[in-house]
């Protein structure tokens, strides 16, 4: 969430989106696949038809909306997830399964649209697991999973043959390996709390930004 509004500035989102998701399955392949252990597969599969319909409308949208407009769309997004965390108290409220569609279909929109439905899995996630592992490693199934469902739509609708794509995203590799490693070496060190507020801060200097630049 934090990259892809740099990414949107510099190359546009239908480039940026696309390069966003070559990082993430690095990145998990690189750190995540050792966490699959533990995942709670039950709630990956009951989400998985509505992940495929929500993928489904975010790539058309994607493909013929004006990015003017999806620019807003994703400066909003980024406005109302971080009003909701710094609005929250305590911790993930609990959901009930009938959540498993409205999440699985917003969350593969927003996946195909911008690469950030990863959040809202892991809202719903966090609403159904309450093993700190299981949580983990069913959030890393989820990206791994995500990935691979939209480098297939993406490859069929041939965003991942825009010129110079696959160049930049491995120019941008390594940094963000650096910056994961960092990060999860932080991880048990640093206060989430005050990790979580700095991280929405900068959503909503990010998100009121693109609406700026929507203008």
Known sequence: MLALPALAWLFGLKVAVPILLLLDFTAFLAFGAGALRRVRYREIVLL???ILAGMAVGLTLLIEVPERILIAVLGVFLLSYAAYGLARRGGPPALKRA???PIGLAGGAFSALFGTGGVIFALYNAGRIRDKDELRATNAAMIMFSA???IALFVSAGLLAQEGLIATALILAPAMLAGFWVGA???SRVPAAGVAKAVYALLVIAGLTLLARSL
Request: glycine share 0%; aromatic share 16%; charged share 15%.
């Open 48 to 50: 998985v038809p509505f």
């Open 99 to 101: 959540w498993v569609a």
């Open 148 to 150: 691979l469902l939209r």
């Open 185 to 187: 070496r932080l991880h």
